[in-house]
């Protein structure tokens, strides 16, 4: 039976009806100084930000703000540097450092506003109702704590560059802070494409956005003088198993490239898509942080094995730490160390320098038979205060895993007295996520990679925040070497605010009706056909494709099969792709949206390297050479009339920060 | 056991069963339905009553519908049997599951 058919079954039967008004093809207009697309950490912040400054602005979000974003919860606040209590390290320092982790593939300009205006960023937050600080002294007297500030910090207890934060309250603070400002809300309002206007020659600025409603079917056009693009970044294009529910993607389902894709096709430049790392433990088998591990939310967590005997952790050198207190120490001679920063199949300086304690390579202790398996996080071996910060905090008071901490306490989980299995035999070496790819990368390895997560490629932007496109703005973890919770808090708060004032000085925008039809035949085609392909099985094809053709080792005839196999999943997406209500019909927009991110940006990316590079956790079989000289920049794509164009980028983008960070800022408000 | 309601119906969409909905103490006020992300439920053709969990394959185990609920016990997150991870208690060298048969008493620390 088809899946058709079954629904002609149902024909008739009022139980099955759609329960949303249908609205196909009927069109609501927006039009506003400031258009935010994507109400996650950082859209939410743009679009705060931007109404602070005067501007009348809308955000459309394809779920709801509250619910929505990878953002919901956050448990660590990293790497605000200035004006934090108790810290000396300066903000051009920190970016640096964080620059050369990842061996110059970072963006420089938006980690340097990260960790200039975090704490600032933080301080809003708070007065806004996030709660940041261990008011209730829980606390009182533990190593990470500041005892003046009540500021609870992670991992570098000497450097204090991370903070320990209650993230479950943030995402409600923001959407009061929205309301109260009056902005213009458009939930379930998924972007589909961008409205643009040629500017000369070759300038195109961007002049609003399209949407579809997702429960009824609407096309919502927007037009704004400037667009901050906050739909985060692109997954699922490698490999999406419906049936691990769930747990197969660490961002949300909901998010799957819609700003990517959307932001290529009107002309944006984007850097380093080439890079994607071994997809790894995407199989996850647990509720989120809901097994043991020593990183991340869970660091730096004893664990210990069948017998309970001790892991022994290690500093960047090999060194065996002797006591529990070294694991959140610098090793000696270290400044500062960093953890959730580079990573790469090759060991280099950077990484070396800023290299943090770590469970020796367990795969090693294992074959040497000098621990057995199981592993277990042992947290009732951890000093109070860490048990209670680890399980009772990090765990227990972020968004999406406090309902780990509520089930597995319901189930009479004492962290007190029990200790939680750890997968880490699965995951292999010495932490969470993946650094294992090697450095000869053979045949047969394993294709399934990631490119959304850690520090990823996306589009390239100035100091203003602002994309090679007119009015076209990108923050969060959807721009180039974006990654984490405040770097979307600060960057949106940036672009925001420069958004606000470019509108400020900007001409009244009108979408160009062609445009906006030729949109609305593409976004309604799949409801031509109730029968056909559907969206996971378009889904699978481009999963295929990807693992086939770019996988673990690329070359230039596998990457042009890649593109030739994609030209025919556009002529599927064309003929065949089916859907049959407004749901559906989303879920086969993203999925177009998916092939776009993979086939017309990554797959040329790819190409255009034309070098092995270990920072990028990228392998070319014809060009075995790791990162030769001439290849240390960043390339740069984007498409003008369906023409890839080429470009090229220096690595440590945005050096000297500080100087260039004063430089762009205005003396006085703009055009107020 | 019936041998008269048999009807054609399809696999389930997933593995999982993520969402648990207590019919006896939801009040159908599809807050649930208005937090979620990928909107998972849609509302009840009969207003006032249960929604549907009806795209159980793209919940996200986010947990904003169960947060809004105004009733207790209304709505859960049903970890799926891939998820029950064990743990052993350290004075006994006991192993408990989630979901097992016979569970210890709930743990009632509130998260700090
Ligand atoms: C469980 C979990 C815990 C985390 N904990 C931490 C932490 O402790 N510290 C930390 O630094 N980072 C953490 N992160 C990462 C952090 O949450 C992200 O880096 C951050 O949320 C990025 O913000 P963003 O606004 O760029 O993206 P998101 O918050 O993901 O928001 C993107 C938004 O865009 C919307 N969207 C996408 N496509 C479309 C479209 N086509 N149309 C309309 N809307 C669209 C999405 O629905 C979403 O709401 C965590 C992530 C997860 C999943
Ligand atoms: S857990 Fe999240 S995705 Fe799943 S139904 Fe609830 S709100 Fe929706
Ligand atoms: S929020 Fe609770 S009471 Fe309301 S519909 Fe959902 S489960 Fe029922």
Redesign the interface.
């Known amino acids: ?1 088809s899946w058709g058919t ?1 629904i002609d ?1 149902n024909a008739g039967n ?2 099955m ?1 759609w ?2 008004p249908i609205r196909y093809g009927q069109e609501d207009a927006v039009d506003v100084d400031v258009l935010v697309l994507g109400g996650g950490i950082a859209g939410c912040w743009a679009a705060i930000s931007a109404a602070e400054q005067g501007a009348k602005v809308a955000i459309l979000e ?3 703000i ?4 990878a953002g ?1 919860g956050c448990d660590h606040w990293q790497w605000a540097i200035t004006d934090v209590p108790g810290v000396s390290l300066s903000a051009e320092d920190f970016t640096q450092a964080l620059v050369d982790n990842h061996g110059g593939y970072n963006n420089g300009i938006s980690r340097y506003i990260q960790a200039r205006d975090g704490y600032e960023t933080l301080l809003e937050l708070e007065e806004m109702g996030g709660k940041v600080r261990d008011t209730e002294d ?2 009182k007297g533990a190593e990470f704590r500041d005892e003046q500030t009540k500021l609870l910090f992670a991992y570098d207890y000497e450097n204090r560059i991370v903070m320990r934060v209650w993230g479950m309250t943030f995402k409600r603070a923001l959407r009061s802070r929205l309301r109260r400002l009056g902005v213009d809300i458009h939930e ?1 309002v998924a972007l589909t494409g961008l409205l643009t206007e040629r500017r000369g020659e070759d300038a195109t600025a961007v002049v609003g956005a399209t949407g579809l409603n ?2 009824t079917g609407a096309f919502n056009v927007f037009t704004a003088k400037a667009t901050v693009l906050c739909a985060a970044r692109p997954q699922r294009i490698w490999t999406y198993s ?6 197969c993607d660490l961002r ?3 998010a799957m490239g819609g700003g990517y894709a959307a932001a290529w096709r009107a002309g944006t430049e984007f850097a380093m898509m080439e890079k994607s790392i071994p997809a790894g433990l995407s199989i996850n ?4 942080h ?2 043991g591990h020593p990183s991340n939310t869970w660091y730096p967590c004893t664990i210990v094995d069948a017998n309970g005997k001790e892991v022994p952790w290690v500093d960047r050198d090999g060194h065996a730490l002797e006591t529990f207190e070294e694991r959140c120490r610098p090793a000696p001679g270290q400044r500062f160390f960093i953890k959730g920063g580079g990573q790469s199949s090759l060991p280099h300086q950077g990484l070396r320098d800023y290299q943090g304690p770590r469970l020796t390579n367990v795969d090693t202790l294992v074959e040497k038979g000098e621990i057995e398996l199981p592993l ?1 996080a ?1 947290l ?1 071996s951890l000093p109070a205060h860490e048990r ?2 680890i399980f ?2 990090m ?3 972020e ?2 895993t ?2 780990t ?1 509520a ?8 962290p007190d ?5 750890s997968y880490q035999q699965l995951i292999g070496g010495g932490g969470y996520g993946t650094s294992a790819e090697g450095a000869k990368t053979v045949l047969g390895f394993p294709s399934i990679r990631n490119a959304h997560s850690g520090t990823t490629g996306g589009p390239v932007v100035d100091w203003n925040l602002r994309t090679n496109l007119e009015g076209l703005y990108a923050a969060g973890d959807g721009m180039l070497g974006g990654n984490d919770h405040s770097h979307a808090a600060t960057t949106g708060r940036y672009a925001g605010r420069r958004a606000a004032w470019f509108a400020r000085q900007a001409t009244a925008r009108s979408g160009s009706r062609e445009q906006i039809e030729a949109e609305k035949r593409r976004v309604y085609g799949p409801l031509q056909r109730k029968d056909g392909v559907h969206w996971k099985e378009l889904l699978a094809g481009i999963n295929k494709t990807m693992q086939a053709y770019c996988g673990a080792v690329k070359s230039e005839g596998l990457l042009r099969m890649a593109l030739e196999a994609g030209e025919d999943l556009k002529h599927v997406v064309d003929t065949e792709l089916a859907a049959v209500n407004p ?1 559906d019909l989303a879920n086969a927009l993203s999925v177009v949206d998916i092939l776009t991110a993979g086939i017309d940006i990554i797959v040329p990316a790819c190409l255009a390297r034309r070098a092995s590079s270990a920072f990028l956790h990228f392998s070319r079989a014809e060009y075995p050479a790791m990162d030769p000289p001439e290849w240390q920049k960043f390339v740069t794509i984007r498409q003008e009339d369906g023409v890839v164009k080429q470009g090229e980028r220096p690595l440590n983008l945005g050096a000297p920060f500080e100087e260039n960070y004063l430089a762009h800022r205005p003396a006085a408000p703009i055009g107020a | 056991m019936s041998e008269e309601n048999v009807y ?1 119906s ?1 696999n389930p ?4 069963r ?1 969402i648990a909905i207590d019919p006896e103490k939801c009040t159908g006020c599809n807050l649930c339905v ?6 998972v439920f ?4 009969e207003a006032g009553r249960v929604p549907l969990v009806l ?14 609920c105004p009733h207790e016990g209304a709505i859960r ?1 049903n ?2 049997v ?2 029950r ?7 006994t060298g006991r192993h ?1 599951w ?3 048969k016979n ?10």
Do not use: I
């Open positions: 039976m079954w079954l009022d139980a009806k329960p949303y394809r779920g709801s509250l619910g929505s974003g919901t829980t606390f379930r997702v429960r419906t049936e691990l529910a769930g747990s949300m389902p909901g088998p647990s509720a989120p809901g097994s277990y042992d009732p209670r910060a009772g905090l765990v227990g008071q968004a999406k406090k309902h901490y089930n597995y306490t319901h189930a009479g989980f004492d007295r029990d200790m939680l299995l749901h | 054609l399809p969409a997933s593995a999982a993520p208005n937090v979620c992300p990928a909107d849609v509302p009840n053709p795209f159980v394959d793209e919940c996200w185990y986010c947990g904003p519908c169960v947060d809004e997150l970890y799926p891939m998820w991870v064990p743990w052993k208690r350290k004075e408990y989630l979901g097992m569970p210890p008493p709930p743990n009632d620390t509130p998260p700090a």
